[in-house]
């Protein structure tokens, strides 16, 4: 099992472009998530989903998008880059809501 | 009140010595409880989860729960410098349907 798997590892975007961050998982977990994590900070949710078709905002959705067409998939777009979007991106899932979270290995992302 | 609230540290501690990380969180009826070490640039990964009040023990880690005081606590007994990280706390809120990470604490041993 590869686990959940993130690209790309890096990315430098100018202010006002776009880009998509790709997640897959291979657990078969129906819960996804995206957080971002700021220096010295904690985990933020962006967006998450329960499952194919079905998403929901965290708590800083704002310039993001998400989609979930299969189980497998949760990638994240960012339109409209901007220098507070600098940060690194993580993304993870679980078998249910109340069960450990497992993390892939983060997208770092700056916005100059 | 922030929902979940942790030392930012740096906690010092000399090599085989016991780390006691603590945590208090907002909501009265949170049931799960997780505890991730996160080494610098990497992502978080699981290595304690509690749902009872009381202490759960795996190898050198041990948590406890008092669920009436809203505090969770990690002890890493026989501290080793390979656990110098930041450990983040975090509660699954009820009230909110979300796991709220805390900012972290920064553990460093000292060989």
């Known amino acids: 099992n590869a686990g959940v798997t993130q690209t790309p590892k890096f990315r430098i975007l100018k202010i006002g472009q776009s880009m998509t961050l790709q997640c897959a998982q291979d657990?078969?977990?129906?819960?996804m998530y995206w957080y971002r994590q700021d220096p010295g900070m904690g985990l933020k949710l962006i967006y998450y989903s329960v499952g194919a078709g079905i998403t929901d905002k965290g708590e800083v959705p704002n310039g993001y998008n998400v989609s979930r067409s299969t189980t497998e998939d949760f990638p994240l777009r960012l339109e409209l880059a901007a220098p507070s979007q600098t940060s690194v991106y993580f993304c993870a899932s679980s078998y249910t809501t109340v069960y450990e979270q497992y993390f892939g290995p983060g997208t770092r992302l700056t916005v100059t | 009140q922030k929902e979940v609230e942790q030392n930012s540290g740096p906690l010092s501690v000399p090599e085989g010595a016991i780390a006691s990380l603590n945590c208090t969180y907002s909501d009265r009826v949170s049931q799960s409880f997780f505890w991730y070490r996160q080494y610098s640039g990497k992502s978080p990964e699981l290595i304690m989860s509690i749902y009872s009040n009381g202490d759960k023990e795996d190898g050198r880690f041990t948590a406890q729960l008092n669920k009436a005081s809203q505090y969770v606590s990690l002890l890493i007994r026989d501290s080793q410098p390979s656990d110098s990280a930041t450990y983040l706390c975090?509660?699954?809120?009820?009230?909110?349907?979300?796991?709220?990470f805390g900012s972290g604490t920064r553990l460093l041993v000292r060989p």
């Open positions: 975090a509660p699954w809120m009820d009230s909110s349907y979300k796991l709220i």
């Open positions: 657990m078969n977990h129906n819960y």
